[in-house]
């Protein structure tokens, strides 16, 4: 199993550079925007969980398992 932890702060500042990575490719790959787009509602969702959780507590631990 492999994890990876994120504090809030660390999420807000991929959701920064994906929000970058969109504008900066709009014009010329609307798709490519569409997916940056996508990646940054997912981390954004992940915040706004985060945000539930007492502030102590808020680092987010994605985790990758198989079964």
Same mark, same amino acid.
Request: aromatic share 16%; hydrophobic share 60%.
């Given at each position: 199993m492999t994890s990876i932890s994120f504090t809030s702060? @660390? /999420?807000l500042d991929i959701i920064a !550079? /994906? @929000?970058?990575?969109e504008n900066s490719v709009y014009q010329k790959d609307p798709h490519l925007a569409a997916y940056y787009l996508n990646l940054q509602q997912q #981390? $954004? $969702? =992940?915040?706004d969980k985060l945000q539930e959780v007492v502030p102590e507590n808020r680092v987010a631990h &994605? =985790? &990758? !398992? #198989?079964s």
């Open positions: 702060g @660390e /999420l !550079a /994906l @929000e970058i990575k #981390f $954004q $969702q =992940v915040y &994605l =985790v &990758l !398992a #198989f």
